[in-house]
Protein backbone atom coordinates (compact mmCIF):
# COMPACT_ATOMS: atom_id res chain seq x y z
CA UNK A 1 0.00 0.00 0.00
CA UNK A 2 1.59 3.59 -0.87
CA UNK A 3 2.49 5.68 1.75
CA UNK A 4 -0.23 8.62 2.98
CA UNK A 5 0.91 12.11 2.83
CA UNK A 6 -1.01 15.20 4.68
CA UNK A 7 -0.25 18.61 3.45
CA UNK A 8 -1.26 21.90 5.25
CA UNK A 9 -2.24 24.92 2.68
CA UNK A 10 -3.60 25.01 -0.04
CA UNK A 11 -1.80 27.90 -1.57
CA UNK A 12 -0.02 27.55 -4.92
CA UNK A 13 3.13 26.03 -2.74
CA UNK A 14 0.92 23.39 -0.97
CA UNK A 15 -1.17 22.30 -4.21
CA UNK A 16 2.15 21.88 -6.14
CA UNK A 17 3.45 19.79 -3.94
CA UNK A 18 0.40 17.74 -3.16
CA UNK A 19 0.32 17.25 -6.99
CA UNK A 20 3.91 16.29 -7.33
CA UNK A 21 3.68 13.87 -4.64
CA UNK A 22 0.21 12.18 -6.13
CA UNK A 23 2.32 11.75 -9.10
CA UNK A 24 5.46 9.81 -7.24
CA UNK A 25 2.87 7.64 -6.31
CA UNK A 26 1.79 8.75 -2.53
CA UNK A 27 -1.80 9.01 -1.19
CA UNK A 28 -2.13 12.61 -0.53
CA UNK A 29 -4.55 14.61 1.65
CA UNK A 30 -4.97 18.57 1.46
CA UNK A 31 -5.89 20.71 4.30
CA UNK A 32 -7.10 23.85 3.87
CA UNK A 33 -8.97 26.14 6.22
CA UNK A 34 -10.41 28.59 3.59
CA UNK A 35 -13.70 27.49 1.78
CA UNK A 36 -11.31 27.20 -1.58
CA UNK A 37 -7.46 27.11 -3.22
CA UNK A 38 -5.38 29.79 -3.38
CA UNK A 39 -7.45 32.25 -1.29
CA UNK A 40 -4.43 33.76 0.64
CA UNK A 41 -1.34 35.03 -0.71
CA UNK A 42 -1.34 33.22 -4.25
CA UNK A 43 -4.60 35.04 -4.75
CA UNK A 44 -4.02 38.45 -6.50
CA UNK A 45 -0.44 38.72 -6.52
CA UNK A 46 2.16 40.03 -9.37
CA UNK A 47 1.36 37.14 -11.84
CA UNK A 48 5.06 37.30 -13.27
CA UNK A 49 6.89 34.01 -13.49
CA UNK A 50 10.24 35.51 -12.82
CA UNK A 51 12.87 32.55 -13.04
CA UNK A 52 15.77 35.32 -13.86
CA UNK A 53 15.06 38.01 -10.95
CA UNK A 54 15.29 36.24 -7.63
CA UNK A 55 18.12 38.47 -6.28
CA UNK A 56 17.15 38.36 -2.12
CA UNK A 57 15.89 41.32 -0.58
CA UNK A 58 18.88 40.63 1.12
CA UNK A 59 21.65 43.13 -0.27
CA UNK A 60 24.58 45.23 0.87
CA UNK A 61 22.81 48.74 -0.41
CA UNK A 62 19.06 47.30 1.40
CA UNK A 63 20.66 48.79 4.64
CA UNK A 64 21.38 51.65 3.65
CA UNK A 65 18.21 52.53 2.41
CA UNK A 66 15.88 51.58 5.53
CA UNK A 67 16.41 55.38 7.43
CA UNK A 68 15.22 57.04 4.22
CA UNK A 69 12.10 54.42 4.34
CA UNK A 70 11.43 55.26 7.88
CA UNK A 71 10.93 58.94 6.32
CA UNK A 72 9.09 58.33 3.14
CA UNK A 73 5.42 57.77 3.09
CA UNK A 74 5.32 56.98 -0.61
CA UNK A 75 8.35 54.24 -0.79
CA UNK A 76 8.31 50.66 -2.30
CA UNK A 77 9.43 49.44 1.57
CA UNK A 78 7.15 51.12 4.51
CA UNK A 79 9.43 49.87 7.58
CA UNK A 80 7.62 49.91 10.65
CA UNK A 81 9.41 48.63 13.73
CA UNK A 82 7.22 46.20 15.66
CA UNK A 83 7.72 45.30 19.52
CA UNK A 84 7.86 41.80 18.89
CA UNK A 85 10.81 39.90 19.37
CA UNK A 86 9.98 37.57 16.94
CA UNK A 87 10.61 40.93 14.58
CA UNK A 88 13.89 41.72 15.93
CA UNK A 89 15.41 38.44 15.82
CA UNK A 90 14.48 38.58 12.14
CA UNK A 91 16.14 42.05 11.08
CA UNK A 92 18.94 40.92 12.77
CA UNK A 93 19.36 37.86 10.84
CA UNK A 94 18.02 39.32 7.94
CA UNK A 95 21.22 42.04 8.68
CA UNK A 96 23.45 39.40 8.46
CA UNK A 97 22.68 38.35 5.32
CA UNK A 98 23.04 42.00 3.75
CA UNK A 99 26.49 41.25 2.21
CA UNK A 100 27.88 40.55 -1.15
CA UNK A 101 29.30 37.78 -1.12
CA UNK A 102 25.98 36.26 0.36
CA UNK A 103 23.39 38.27 -1.33
CA UNK A 104 25.46 36.27 -4.34
CA UNK A 105 25.72 33.06 -3.48
CA UNK A 106 21.90 33.58 -2.68
CA UNK A 107 21.21 34.69 -5.85
CA UNK A 108 22.78 31.40 -7.65
CA UNK A 109 20.91 29.02 -5.11
CA UNK A 110 17.49 30.62 -6.26
CA UNK A 111 18.29 31.18 -10.04
CA UNK A 112 18.78 26.80 -9.61
CA UNK A 113 15.82 26.75 -8.00
CA UNK A 114 13.93 28.70 -10.74
CA UNK A 115 15.54 27.16 -13.80
CA UNK A 116 14.14 23.80 -12.10
CA UNK A 117 10.40 25.23 -11.34
CA UNK A 118 10.44 26.54 -15.15
CA UNK A 119 11.09 22.90 -16.45
CA UNK A 120 8.79 21.71 -14.19
CA UNK A 121 5.99 24.03 -14.78
CA UNK A 122 6.27 23.69 -18.97
CA UNK A 123 6.18 20.15 -18.19
CA UNK A 124 2.88 20.57 -16.07
CA UNK A 125 1.75 23.05 -19.14
CA UNK A 126 2.44 21.33 -21.72
CA UNK A 127 0.57 17.75 -20.44
CA UNK A 128 -2.21 19.84 -18.72
CA UNK A 129 -3.08 23.06 -20.57
CA UNK A 130 -5.70 25.51 -20.00
CA UNK A 131 -6.96 29.07 -21.15
CA UNK A 132 -7.89 30.14 -18.22
CA UNK A 133 -4.69 30.39 -17.09
CA UNK A 134 -3.53 33.12 -19.35
CA UNK A 135 -0.21 31.78 -19.29
CA UNK A 136 2.16 33.25 -22.06
CA UNK A 137 5.81 32.92 -22.63
CA UNK A 138 6.17 36.59 -22.49
CA UNK A 139 9.58 38.17 -21.43
CA UNK A 140 10.00 40.76 -18.96
CA UNK A 141 11.14 43.61 -19.21
CA UNK A 142 12.65 45.86 -15.96
CA UNK A 143 12.77 49.77 -17.05
CA UNK A 144 15.33 51.92 -14.95
CA UNK A 145 15.09 55.93 -14.53
CA UNK A 146 18.14 56.31 -12.59
CA UNK A 147 21.65 56.01 -14.93
CA UNK A 148 23.40 54.09 -11.65
CA UNK A 149 20.67 51.93 -11.12
CA UNK A 150 20.63 50.66 -14.47
CA UNK A 151 24.35 50.36 -14.70
CA UNK A 152 24.70 48.53 -11.75
CA UNK A 153 21.20 46.14 -13.31
CA UNK A 154 24.14 45.42 -16.44
CA UNK A 155 26.64 44.30 -13.70
CA UNK A 156 23.58 41.93 -12.14
CA UNK A 157 23.44 41.00 -15.89
CA UNK A 158 27.08 39.97 -16.08
CA UNK A 159 26.87 37.89 -12.78
CA UNK A 160 23.61 36.03 -13.86
CA UNK A 161 25.03 35.23 -17.16
CA UNK A 162 27.74 33.13 -15.63
CA UNK A 163 24.76 31.18 -14.12
CA UNK A 164 23.34 30.30 -17.60
CA UNK A 165 20.35 33.29 -17.72
CA UNK A 166 20.30 35.44 -21.23
CA UNK A 167 19.39 38.75 -20.73
CA UNK A 168 19.93 41.66 -22.74
CA UNK A 169 20.55 45.40 -21.88
CA UNK A 170 18.63 48.08 -23.65
CA UNK A 171 18.74 51.83 -24.37
CA UNK A 172 15.35 54.13 -23.84
CA UNK A 173 14.63 53.85 -27.81
CA UNK A 174 15.26 50.53 -27.47
CA UNK A 175 12.92 49.55 -24.47
CA UNK A 176 10.01 51.70 -25.93
CA UNK A 177 10.81 49.41 -29.43
CA UNK A 178 10.63 46.03 -27.93
CA UNK A 179 7.42 47.62 -25.76
CA UNK A 180 5.36 50.43 -27.46
CA UNK A 181 3.33 51.31 -24.65
CA UNK A 182 6.33 52.63 -22.67
CA UNK A 183 6.39 55.53 -25.37
CA UNK A 184 5.28 58.19 -23.18
CA UNK A 185 8.48 57.15 -20.81
CA UNK A 186 10.84 56.74 -23.25
CA UNK A 187 12.49 60.36 -22.20
CA UNK A 188 12.60 59.42 -18.95
CA UNK A 189 14.48 56.17 -19.11
CA UNK A 190 17.98 55.45 -18.81
CA UNK A 191 17.35 52.01 -20.40
CA UNK A 192 16.61 48.10 -19.31
CA UNK A 193 17.57 44.87 -18.90
CA UNK A 194 15.05 42.53 -21.24
CA UNK A 195 14.73 38.67 -20.42
CA UNK A 196 13.06 37.06 -22.84
CA UNK A 197 12.22 33.81 -21.21
CA UNK A 198 10.35 34.97 -18.58
CA UNK A 199 6.87 34.09 -18.45
CA UNK A 200 2.92 35.27 -16.94
CA UNK A 201 -0.05 33.20 -15.70
CA UNK A 202 -2.29 34.24 -13.45
CA UNK A 203 -1.74 32.37 -9.88
CA UNK A 204 -5.35 32.12 -8.55
CA UNK A 205 -6.44 30.22 -11.63
CA UNK A 206 -3.33 27.87 -12.01
CA UNK A 207 -4.20 26.98 -8.11
CA UNK A 208 -7.68 26.21 -9.17
CA UNK A 209 -6.50 24.27 -12.13
CA UNK A 210 -4.22 21.95 -9.82
CA UNK A 211 -7.02 21.43 -7.33
CA UNK A 212 -8.81 19.95 -9.75
CA UNK A 213 -5.91 17.67 -11.48
CA UNK A 214 -5.53 16.91 -7.74
CA UNK A 215 -9.14 16.11 -7.43
CA UNK A 216 -9.09 13.78 -10.99
CA UNK A 217 -5.97 12.19 -10.12
CA UNK A 218 -7.26 10.53 -6.79
CA UNK A 219 -6.27 13.46 -3.96
CA UNK A 220 -8.57 14.48 -1.13
CA UNK A 221 -8.90 18.27 -0.88
CA UNK A 222 -10.84 19.14 2.42
CA UNK A 223 -11.61 22.61 2.72
CA UNK A 224 -12.76 24.53 6.22
CA UNK A 225 -10.23 22.29 7.90
CA UNK A 226 -8.22 24.13 9.93
CA UNK A 227 -5.62 21.99 12.24
CA UNK A 228 -6.59 22.19 15.78
CA UNK A 229 -3.42 20.01 17.55
CA UNK A 230 -1.10 16.80 16.85
CA UNK A 231 -1.62 13.24 18.19
CA UNK A 232 2.29 12.09 18.86
CA UNK A 233 3.40 8.69 18.63
CA UNK A 234 7.18 8.98 20.14
CA UNK A 235 9.41 11.34 17.52
CA UNK A 236 6.78 10.85 15.37
CA UNK A 237 3.23 12.69 14.17
CA UNK A 238 0.26 10.28 14.39
CA UNK A 239 -1.93 12.43 13.65
CA UNK A 240 -3.29 16.05 12.98
CA UNK A 241 -6.58 17.19 14.35
CA UNK A 242 -9.53 19.19 12.63
CA UNK A 243 -12.73 19.90 13.39
CA UNK A 244 -14.70 16.64 14.06
CA UNK A 245 -12.13 14.36 12.80
CA UNK A 246 -8.24 13.69 12.77
CA UNK A 247 -6.46 12.95 9.75
CA UNK A 248 -3.74 9.77 10.15
CA UNK A 249 -0.42 9.97 7.92
CA UNK A 250 2.69 8.41 7.33
CA UNK A 251 4.04 12.13 6.33
CA UNK A 252 2.70 15.54 7.33
CA UNK A 253 4.41 18.71 5.44
CA UNK A 254 3.69 22.31 6.04
CA UNK A 255 2.75 24.48 3.01
CA UNK A 256 0.99 27.27 4.70
CA UNK A 257 3.08 29.72 5.07
CA UNK A 258 2.67 32.24 8.71
CA UNK A 259 -0.44 29.79 9.23
CA UNK A 260 2.14 27.21 9.22
CA UNK A 261 4.89 29.25 11.36
CA UNK A 262 1.89 29.59 13.81
CA UNK A 263 0.73 25.91 13.85
CA UNK A 264 4.80 24.94 14.18
CA UNK A 265 5.12 27.47 17.41
CA UNK A 266 2.00 25.78 18.92
CA UNK A 267 4.57 22.86 18.83
CA UNK A 268 7.27 24.59 20.41
CA UNK A 269 9.27 24.56 17.07
CA UNK A 270 10.50 28.35 15.48
CA UNK A 271 11.12 29.04 11.87
CA UNK A 272 12.41 32.59 10.88
CA UNK A 273 9.85 33.32 8.65
CA UNK A 274 8.09 37.39 8.34
CA UNK A 275 4.95 38.49 6.56
CA UNK A 276 5.71 40.80 3.79
CA UNK A 277 2.71 42.47 3.27
CA UNK A 278 2.48 43.54 -0.60
CA UNK A 279 -0.30 45.42 -2.68
CA UNK A 280 -1.86 44.75 -5.95
CA UNK A 281 -4.42 46.03 -8.76
CA UNK A 282 -6.21 44.35 -10.96
CA UNK A 283 -8.24 46.71 -14.32
CA UNK A 284 -10.02 45.90 -17.31
CA UNK A 285 -7.52 46.89 -19.72
CA UNK A 286 -9.43 45.98 -22.72
CA UNK A 287 -9.34 49.15 -24.44
CA UNK A 288 -6.61 50.58 -22.92
CA UNK A 289 -2.68 51.21 -24.13
CA UNK A 290 -1.10 48.50 -21.94
CA UNK A 291 1.86 46.80 -22.00
CA UNK A 292 2.32 43.34 -23.98
CA UNK A 293 5.57 42.25 -22.15
CA UNK A 294 5.76 41.76 -18.03
CA UNK A 295 7.25 44.86 -17.16
CA UNK A 296 8.96 46.19 -13.50
CA UNK A 297 9.63 49.90 -12.66
CA UNK A 298 12.63 49.17 -11.02
CA UNK A 299 12.26 52.90 -9.69
CA UNK A 300 9.02 52.10 -7.44
CA UNK A 301 9.00 48.43 -7.68
CA UNK A 302 6.03 47.99 -9.28
CA UNK A 303 5.24 45.15 -12.15
CA UNK A 304 2.65 45.12 -14.53
CA UNK A 305 1.82 41.84 -16.07
CA UNK A 306 -1.46 41.57 -18.23
CA UNK A 307 -3.86 38.54 -18.21
CA UNK A 308 -5.87 38.53 -21.07
CA UNK A 309 -8.05 41.34 -21.11
CA UNK A 310 -6.97 42.28 -17.21
CA UNK A 311 -3.56 44.25 -16.22
CA UNK A 312 -2.07 43.12 -12.85
CA UNK A 313 -0.15 45.81 -10.73
CA UNK A 314 1.58 44.86 -7.66
CA UNK A 315 4.28 46.24 -5.62
CA UNK A 316 5.54 47.39 -2.14
CA UNK A 317 6.67 46.11 0.70
CA UNK A 318 5.35 46.88 4.37
CA UNK A 319 7.38 45.34 6.78
CA UNK A 320 5.85 45.33 10.68
CA UNK A 321 2.58 45.03 9.12
CA UNK A 322 0.70 41.59 9.36
CA UNK A 323 -2.81 42.57 8.47
CA UNK A 324 -4.17 41.98 4.92
CA UNK A 325 -6.09 45.64 4.92
CA UNK A 326 -5.55 48.14 2.58
CA UNK A 327 -4.24 52.31 3.65
CA UNK A 328 -6.17 54.92 1.62
CA UNK A 329 -2.56 56.71 1.39
CA UNK A 330 -0.52 53.35 0.30
CA UNK A 331 -3.84 52.20 -2.61
CA UNK A 332 -3.46 56.10 -3.41
CA UNK A 333 0.48 55.62 -4.08
CA UNK A 334 0.07 52.43 -6.22
CA UNK A 335 -2.71 54.21 -8.43
CA UNK A 336 -0.40 56.95 -8.87
CA UNK A 337 2.37 54.95 -9.78
CA UNK A 338 0.62 52.95 -11.87
CA UNK A 339 -0.61 56.02 -13.87
CA UNK A 340 2.89 57.13 -14.35
CA UNK A 341 3.75 54.19 -16.40
CA UNK A 342 0.93 53.46 -18.15
CA UNK A 343 -1.81 56.40 -17.99
CA UNK A 344 -3.97 55.00 -20.33
CA UNK A 345 -4.03 51.76 -19.63
CA UNK A 346 -7.78 51.49 -18.42
CA UNK A 347 -9.44 53.35 -15.28
CA UNK A 348 -7.38 52.95 -12.42
CA UNK A 349 -10.43 53.90 -9.96
CA UNK A 350 -12.50 51.17 -11.14
CA UNK A 351 -9.63 48.64 -10.27
CA UNK A 352 -10.15 45.80 -7.89
CA UNK A 353 -7.35 46.52 -4.97
CA UNK A 354 -5.79 43.40 -3.07
CA UNK A 355 -2.98 43.12 -0.41
CA UNK A 356 -1.55 39.61 0.79
CA UNK A 357 1.38 38.65 3.54
CA UNK A 358 3.96 37.00 1.77
CA UNK A 359 6.09 34.85 4.21
CA UNK A 360 9.52 35.32 4.14
CA UNK A 361 12.84 33.81 5.47
CA UNK A 362 15.93 36.50 6.36
CA UNK A 363 17.98 34.79 3.66
CA UNK A 364 15.08 34.90 0.79
CA UNK A 365 15.50 31.14 0.47
CA UNK A 366 12.67 29.30 0.99
CA UNK A 367 12.34 26.25 3.36
CA UNK A 368 12.55 22.72 2.57
CA UNK A 369 13.45 20.74 5.28
CA UNK A 370 12.26 17.93 8.05
CA UNK A 371 11.74 19.53 11.09
CA UNK A 372 11.06 18.22 14.84
CA UNK A 373 9.53 15.32 14.42
CA UNK A 374 10.63 12.40 12.14
CA UNK A 375 7.26 12.81 9.52
CA UNK A 376 6.89 16.42 9.59
CA UNK A 377 8.11 18.59 6.97
CA UNK A 378 8.38 22.42 5.81
CA UNK A 379 8.20 23.88 2.41
CA UNK A 380 7.50 27.91 3.11
CA UNK A 381 9.26 31.06 3.43
CA UNK A 382 9.13 31.79 -0.56
CA UNK A 383 8.62 35.79 0.29
CA UNK A 384 7.55 37.34 -3.19
CA UNK A 385 8.97 34.55 -4.95
CA UNK A 386 6.34 31.99 -4.34
CA UNK A 387 4.74 31.34 -8.30
CA UNK A 388 7.99 31.48 -9.54
CA UNK A 389 9.57 28.46 -6.93
CA UNK A 390 6.75 26.53 -6.12
CA UNK A 391 6.96 23.77 -9.08
CA UNK A 392 10.79 23.12 -8.28
CA UNK A 393 9.95 23.33 -4.46
CA UNK A 394 7.36 20.80 -4.41
CA UNK A 395 10.28 18.75 -6.44
CA UNK A 396 12.75 18.97 -4.29
CA UNK A 397 9.94 18.46 -1.57
CA UNK A 398 9.63 15.14 -3.46
CA UNK A 399 12.93 13.85 -3.70
CA UNK A 400 13.46 14.70 -0.15
CA UNK A 401 10.79 12.49 1.17
CA UNK A 402 11.51 9.92 -0.91
CA UNK A 403 15.26 9.73 -0.13
CA UNK A 404 16.81 10.20 -3.40
CA UNK A 405 19.27 12.61 -4.22
CA UNK A 406 18.14 15.84 -5.05
CA UNK A 407 18.11 17.09 -8.56
CA UNK A 408 19.64 20.41 -7.04
CA UNK A 409 21.84 20.99 -4.10
CA UNK A 410 19.31 21.20 -0.71
CA UNK A 411 21.48 22.06 1.81
CA UNK A 412 20.47 26.33 0.81
CA UNK A 413 17.08 25.62 1.81
CA UNK A 414 17.58 23.62 5.12
CA UNK A 415 16.43 25.62 8.12
CA UNK A 416 19.81 25.66 9.44
CA UNK A 417 20.61 27.70 6.43
CA UNK A 418 17.79 30.10 6.59
Given at each position: MSQHVCIVGAGIVGLFSAWRLLREGY?????????????ATSFANGAQLSYSYVAPLAEPAAL?????????????????????PRFWHWCCRFAAHCTTARARQTTRQLLALGFLSRRC????????????????????????RDADAYHAAQRQLSLQAQFGCE????????????????????????????????????SHALCVHLAALIGSGGGEIRYGAPVRGRRLAGRRIAALLVPDAEIVADHFVLTGGLESRDLLAGMGLRVP???????????????????ALSITDSRNKIVFARLGDRLRVAGMV?????????????????????????PQAGDYEQATPWAGLRPATPSGRPLIDRIGHDNLYVNIGH??????????????????????????????????SA
Open positions: RVTLLESRDGPGLGRFPGYLLDASAPLCFRPSLSLHALLHESPAAALHYRQNGKLVVYQFALDAAECAAVEPALAGLEERLAGGIHTPSEDVIDLLGLKGYSLTLDCARGVAPDMGNERTDIPARRLATLIRQAREVFGALGLTLAAGSAELLADCLSGRQCCIDPAPFLLA
